[in-house]
């Protein structure tokens, strides 16, 4: 007794409707992820590498004067307003007497904001590495946030449906099907050569 692989007529058309509005929904996101790719291989190519610099010196408020370092009061103002006028958050900011420091994380970009308390002086250092390096941490998930991390399971998830499908809609196809078999195996047993010959363990 022999059993078909031939998928129903219905079964054919729901994966084909499937496969063809997923490609479109994931037409630029495939294409993004397909670019930085290349320049997350290659960083040095589009200078993802080079950071432009920016330091600055902000006068602290009023309020904030005169400095009384070792109050717990002073310190939780001092932290607030920090927070407040750099976007962050208080719970970033971490506090000690002699400084209070809070550090910013962003795709390609990077901030110090340090207000040293003997010194009565706040201090701004930024890093920016430019656009190609935020795509490459865009495509990476690093400094992007949860709702951006939702983004990339969403592509993994629609990536996963469109190959699947594709596979799908070649069953009926049993020469093409051979043949893409074929390409596959071929192709899985170069990757997995390659990296038992050539990657360093």
Not at 20 to 47: E, K, R
Request: charge should be neutral.
């Amino acid at each position: 007794m022999s059993v078909s692989l031939r998928p129903s007529k219905k079964a054919l058309s729901i994966a084909r409707t499937l496969h063809v509005y997923v490609s479109m929904a994931l037409l630029l996101l495939m294409l993004f992820f397909a670019f930085t790719g290349i320049t997350l291989n290659h960083p040095d190519w589009f200078g993802a590498s080079n950071a432009s610099s920016h330091t600055e010196s902000v006068a602290l408020p009023d309020f904030l004067l005169p400095i009384t370092a070792d109050d717990p009061h002073w310190q939780e103002a001092a932290a607030h307003w920090m927070a407040s006028q750099w976007q962050g958050q208080r719970q970033q900011v971490e506090v000690s007497v002699d400084e209070l420091v809070l550090i910013q994380k962003g795709p390609g970009r990077y901030r110090t904001v340090l207000l040293d308390t003997e010194m009565a002086q706040v201090q701004v250092e930024s890093l920016d590495y430019g656009i190609v390096a935020v795509l490459n941490d865009l495509h990476k998930g690093r400094n992007s946030g949860d709702i951006w991390s939702l983004v990339i399971d969403a592509s993994a998830i629609l990536m996963l449906l469109f190959s699947l499908t594709g596979a799908f809609l070649l069953l009926p196809q049993s020469r093409r099907l051979k043949r893409s078999l074929g390409y596959m195996t071929a192709v899985s047993a170069a990757c997995v050569a390659i990296y038992w010959l050539s990657i360093p363990g």
